[in-house]
């Protein structure tokens, strides 16, 4: 349980940009009780496969409300999968391979905003899923492909340039020159689809990422 205020609480106690949130001025109220807060389950576990192959699923959710309407809503489900193979005579934690799939999905009550301002109240159904594989084909170098999807629901009141169904296929590749370093090439093409307000359009980018760590890290990942 979390308190659910804010731009981090990003589908619930969001006031938004100068007050509007989905297209709806925001009541942007203090917490009333215990239903005002995030509400957030998550159950994984993981299953060895052999010495070499592990999977590693789970399911969340994320439940309270939202700053459209005195009694609006936000429910958020998603489930995930990892498998890893590891090589018996790896080096260093090379060669690998591993592929995660996650997918989730989101029902929003838009209320009226404050005063009833806005003219409709309308419930959104948006999900997405993303798919990706790495491949640690020599030590401290990983190639990457994945795939995203993300629908939104359309509406001809809502007007909100990030409500935008797309899709992004992306590859990259990661050199780590030391334990607590990387350098990443990455490549995304994305196609975003027309709706009500905007029109469709595809988008290319390249990304060149540099990060290293100072001091205490954290442990290894899974």
Excluded: C
């Excluded at 005195?70 to 590891?86: E, F, H, M, P, V």
């Excluded at 090379?94 to 003219?119: C, H, L, N």
């Amino acid at each position: 349980m979390q308190n659910g205020r804010g731009g981090t609480g990003f589908s619930f106690r969001n006031p938004g940009d100068d007050g509007i949130f989905f297209g709806r001025r925001t009541t942007d109220r203090e917490a009333r009780g215990l239903e005002d807060f995030v509400w957030i389950p998550r159950w994984e576990n993981s299953v060895d496969l052999s010495p070499t192959q592990v999977v590693l699923a789970g399911v969340s959710g994320a439940f309270g409300s939202n700053e459209t309407g005195a009694n609006s809503r936000t429910q958020i489900y998603g489930a995930d999968l990892l498998y890893k193979w590891k090589s018996s005579h790896a080096e260093g934690g090379f060669p690998f391979v591993k592929w995660q799939t996650e997918a989730m999905y989101r029902r929003f009550e838009a209320g009226r905003g404050i005063d009833q301002s806005f003219p409709v109240a309308e419930t959104f159904h948006d999900w997405g899923i993303y798919s990706q594989v790495l491949w640690g084909f020599k030590k401290g170098w990983v190639a990457g492909v994945r795939g995203d999807y993300l629908h939104m629901t359309d509406s001809e009141f809502t007007d909100d340039d990030e409500r935008q169904t797309r899709s992004r296929i992306s590859a990259n590749l990661t050199w780590y020159p030391t334990e607590f370093s990387k350098i990443r090439l990455q490549y995304n093409h994305d196609f975003l689809e027309e709706n009500f307000f905007l029109a469709g359009r595809d988008v290319d980018s390249i990304f060149l990422q540099f990060e290293f760590i100072l001091g205490a890290h954290g442990a290894h990942k899974f």
